[in-house]
Structure formats: C-alpha cells, structure tokens
C-alpha cells in the first residue's frame, strides 16, 4: 500500500469496521450487549491491514471509591489511546473514560476494557443497532429495571436515566 495520512487511513478503517451485532447477553438483566472482544477483534484487524497501532499513550484515575453497598470498589479511568502509523511516524490521540466495580483486583481491567470498547465504537462510528433517543429504548431500560428491583416500573415512566440504576 502507497503511503498515504493517518487520518486518510483512519477514513478506510471507520468504512471497513462497519456495523458490530451485538452477540453478547446478560443472563441477569436480560439485555444483548456487543463485547469488548469483538469491537477490539474488528478494529484490531482493520488497523493493522493499514500499518496502525493502537496503546494507551497515558491513564489518569478519575475516582476511587466503594460502591453504594460498600462491597465493592468502584474505579473510574480516562485513558487516552494513540494511534500510530507504522509508515510515516504519525500519530492521533483520543480519550475515553471507563469505569469498573469489583469486590477483587479487578475493577481497573473492566474500566480499561470499557474505555477501550467505547473509545473505540465511539471513534470509528460503529453503529450497534443502539439509538439513545429512541423512545423504544427505553422500554427495555425499564425492563430492566423490573427484573432488577423485582416490581413494577411506574406507569407514568416514559423513560428512565439508565446512568441512575446500579447495575
């Protein structure tokens, strides 16, 4: 492949990846999801067709602290990734943050996965089948939510911030 600009290379990457089905599932709140592994597999592979690299140029820790329960702890990361080109030297940074909870060790490695994941979803544009603002969404958040506090969700909720329920 001729030379060519990261970001012209970066263009081709964001058009190869495409759409990622979600194929992973949550048995306790019985939503899919799309895993860390497959965005990263995807991506991975098209990256390095082009000569790019990706490695977390810096960590910062955002927060430290137990959850509500006090039974686990709770990290939150921004992490920013760089994305060099073996060819020229050139090289793009972004950021991410990422938070993870763990009663163990193992709370930094799920917030550095979710940094990653959603950095990278986010970065390249790749559509999961997920829309925010579809009012449809939302319906399963409340589903959720009944599994979760095992009652029903309120009639008059249309839709729920899914940031407040502790999952």
Do not use: C
């Not at 089905?21 to 949550?26: A, D, F, H, I, V």
């Not at 009652?151 to 999952?167: G, L, N, T, V, Y």
Request: charged share 25%; glycine share 8%; proline share 3%.
């Amino acid at each position: 492949m001729a030379s060519s600009s990261i970001h012209k290379k970066l263009s081709e990457v964001l058009t190869a990846v495409g759409y990622i089905e979600k194929s992973g599932t949550n048995a306790s709140q019985g939503y899919k999801y799309v895993m860390a592994a497959q965005v990263a597999d995807r991506v991975r592979e098209e990256l390095s067709k082009r000569g790019l690299s990706i490695v977390p140029a810096n960590v910062d820790v955002l927060e430290s602290t137990q959850t509500i329960s006090g039974k686990q702890s709770l990290i939150t990361l921004r992490v920013t990734w760089r994305i060099t080109d073996s060819e020229t030297g050139e090289f793009v940074e972004f950021q991410s943050v990422g938070s993870g909870s763990d009663s163990t060790d193992k709370g930094v490695y799920k917030a550095q996965t979710g940094a990653l994941k959603y950095g990278l979803l986010m970065g390249f544009l790749i559509p999961t089948g997920d829309d925010p603002e579809n009012e449809g969404s939302s319906d399963r958040v409340v589903e959720a939510a009944k599994k979760i506090f095992n009652e029903p969700a309120p009639k008059a909720a249309k839709a729920i911030d899914a940031s407040a329920i502790d999952f």
